[in-house]
């Protein structure tokens, strides 16, 4: 795309600032561009403004700035509406539905020229950068602005950014104003009860966006950079990331978006009916309680006779994998400083892949392979390929890969033979997961990523990319100082849940394994909770942490884990308030051995004890369910008395309205079974 002589033309001809604008299909959200001094854009709901006027454009390494001078040139309009399906998810058939505005900005003297393209939709909007520069253009800056209309009375939801602790951190609740340098998705309400999340989507061959505040309310983009300090290395011609802004009246507003799929690419792997959601447990909830160790020696986990042990149980159990850490070559010693010597094919002598392999297959169950890094990406790389065709040929078809290394710490070996150190979400990094993702599929094997890249949707477009982690999970529960605060699982829902599908390993079962009360590392939550996490906190791929004893030694609050589904036709987030209390209902997906008829539902709740009344109305009309209810017990705390669970069924319609009692720190868990 060129600059031209008729956008000279146009340009000479024009006086005045230019204003375009577009709709969502139902009017509430508009959003503005406009050339006045400096191409901006401005977003308005409910005819307020949402996004005050806030600045477009780039610093280049050497080209000249996208800043002042640029003016509108051309600008069209479009409309779309489809229903379109996922082959797994939280939803079958997602519609898409959206107006869009595709407005270019050229400079006269500079003869270039760029487009910014916006599609609004009911529950918020998106905008991208579409550049074709005839030179590379390394982008030293984002100038991409989000100047928060009333921020002065507006709370905000937030994790840092640039730590070295990457997205494993306890979240904030603050107001916007302290909210410096932040990850995405960025929560906050303004003070008429307004919920909004900063993200972006389609996150590709670019760096990733955090937000840097600096004018009080005004947040700027801020690219994570490569280790030379450049933002981004383009070839001149290349489209940035959608920048979105989902809006709602309610918090629960948020979880029922699904503007972020919605703005990804459609499915580019062809046939993937070899993906399949699915319930696992694994060798791995031992090795954080110490129990036993990811080296080798006398408390090895990774032995073939523990890994037969673990597929008969998961087998026998309705589960249909077993994840394994500490299998192969690498882990002996401090394993977060061994990923020079990590080796992806050769087993310790303890493990038998071939015969772990054949006994998965006489029992039913499947091996889950382990890659971990430690955050030696080259060493990795250049065994990758021989490490998908070894899980190929003994039927692994899921792999957790996992690059520990503190933020700025991935260690990368460039063209000189010299080691490089990069961060997780710069745009090496954003390449080299995507990489991962894509050979995987040749090899028709899913992976579920650990100190991730965060989610931006690609879900969608590479379906074998099936869950991430990038929060703090279950494991901080066992040694993290602190462990996770009760406010965790319902801040997440609404925070990091809105990027998408994560690996938090719920379901454990003992609290105690370092003593009850609140001092201790433990879970910090009641035994109903962790059910109802099943729910909550969506994965398609969802572990059943805790060991196989403690689960035999509770099989009523078990039998919950063996009943709930992972992959869904519809989900409704009923209730909530950021970091409080979140109740999801979701109906199961017809696959295999769920029949497509029952409902499930999952209500957790922070440090406070609460009663909350759910009307049933998401049932089909003229149908009877057994709703079999999980609940805190009328005794249960979390501190001392976590165990306290009752089990009660009762006959439910749509017309009939519950009441969920939930502990401090609780959950309830509901199965709607069809009559």
């Known amino acids: 795309m060129r600059f031209s002589l008729l956008m000279l033309g146009l340009w000479s001809s024009m006086t005045l600032a230019a204003t375009h604008s577009v709709r969502s299909p139902n009017g509430e959200i508009e959003v503005s561009l406009s050339d006045d001094q400096h191409p901006h854009y401005a977003v308005s709901f409910h005819g307020k403004p949402v996004i005050n006027d806030s600045k477009l454009g780039f610093d280049f390494q050497v080209a000249p700035s996208f800043r002042e001078g640029f003016k509108i040139v051309s600008a069209t309009t479009a409309k779309h509406d489809e229903v379109w399906q996922q082959p797994w998810g939280e939803e079958r058939e997602v519609r898409d539905a959206h107006h869009e505005l595709a407005v270019t900005f050229a400079h006269p003297t500079q003869k270039t020229q ?32 989000f100047s928060v209309a009333n921020s002065d009375k507006a709370t905000a939801w937030w994790i840092p950014a640039r730590g070295w602790n990457r997205y494993e951190y306890v979240y904030n609740t603050t107001p916007l104003h302290d909210a410096a340098l932040v990850h995405t998705p960025f929560t906050f309400k303004t003070a008429d009860g307004s919920h909004f999340s ?31 300090g450049t933002a981004v290395k383009t070839n001149g011609t290349f489209n940035t990331p959608w920048r979105t802004i989902q809006i709602a009246d309610q918090a629960t507003g948020l979880l029922n978006s699904r503007m972020i799929l919605n703005l990804n690419e459609p499915n580019q792997l062809g046939d993937v009916s070899w993906v399949e959601p699915g319930k696992y447990i694994g060798i791995w909830w031992g090795m954080h309680i110490n129990k036993n160790t990811w080296s080798s020696g006398e408390k090895h986990g990774a032995t073939t006779e523990n890994t037969k042990q673990y597929l008969s149980f998961a087998a026998e159990n309705g589960f249909d994998g077993v994840l394994v850490e500490g299998w192969n070559i690498g ?21 038998d892949l071939t015969a772990i392999s054949e006994h998965g297959k006489k029992v039913g169950a499947k091996l889950i392979g382990h890659h971990e890094t430690s955050g030696n990406v080259s060493n990795y790389r250049k065994q990758m390929d021989a490490a998908f065709a070894l899980y190929q040929n003994a039927g692994v078809s899921r792999v957790k890969t996992g690059y520990v290394a503190d933020g700025g710490n991935i260690k990368r070996i460039d063209d000189n033979g010299d080691a490089r150190y990069e961060w997780h979400d710069g745009q090496f990094m954003v390449n080299e997961y995507l990489y991962n993702i894509k050979l995987a599929a040749k090899y028709n094997i899913s992976i579920n990523t650990h100190e991730p890249i965060k989610d931006t949707g690609l879900r969608r477009t590479y379906p074998n990319w099936l869950a991430r982690e990038g929060a703090r999970g279950q494991e901080f529960n066992a040694w993290g100082t602190p462990p996770n605060p009760p406010e965790h699982t319902p801040m997440l829902a609404f925070t990091r849940m809105l990027a998408g599908p994560m690996d938090f390993t719920p379901g454990i079962f003992d609290m105690s394994f370092n003593g009850l009360g609140d001092n201790t590392n433990r879970p910090q939550t009641t035994l109903a909770k962790q059910l109802a996490l099943y729910v909550v906190l969506y994965s398609p791929i969802q572990m059943a942490a805790d060991l196989p004893e403690n689960y035999l030694a509770r099989p009523d609050a078990f039998q919950f884990i063996k009943d709930v589904p992972t992959d869904w036709e519809k989900s409704i987030a009923l209730a909530g308030e950021v970091g409080d209390y979140v109740v999801f209902a979701r109906k199961e997906k017809k696959h295999k051995h769920y029949s497509g008829n029952d409902w499930f539902l999952g209500a957790i709740s922070d440090e406070q004890a609460r009663d909350i009344k759910v009307k049933l109305d998401f049932l089909e009309p003229g149908k009877r369910f057994e709703a079999q209810i999980y609940q805190d017990g009328k005794d249960a705390e979390w501190k001392w008395k976590p165990y306290e669970l009752t089990v009660t069924k009762q006959i439910v319609t749509s017309k009939d309205t519950l009441t969920l009692h939930l502990a ?12």
């Open 331 to 351: 882990w002996d010693g401090d394993w977060f400083f061994n990923g020079d010597v990590f080796s992806f094919t050769q087993p310790y002598p303890d493990f």
């Open 114 to 145: 760029y487009t910014v393209r916006v599609r609004a939709f009911d529950d918020g909007i998106g905008f991208r950068y579409e550049v074709a520069h005839e030179k590379p253009l390394n982008i030293v800056r984002e100038l991409t602005e």
């Open 664 to 675: 401090t720190s609780g959950g309830t868990a509901i199965r709607f079974k069809a009559l």
């Open 198 to 228: 900063i993200h972006e989507a389609a996150l590709v061959d670019y760096a990733a966006m955090t937000l840097n505040q600096r004018r009080s309310g005004t947040f700027v983009s801020d690219l994570t950079p490569w280790s030379d």
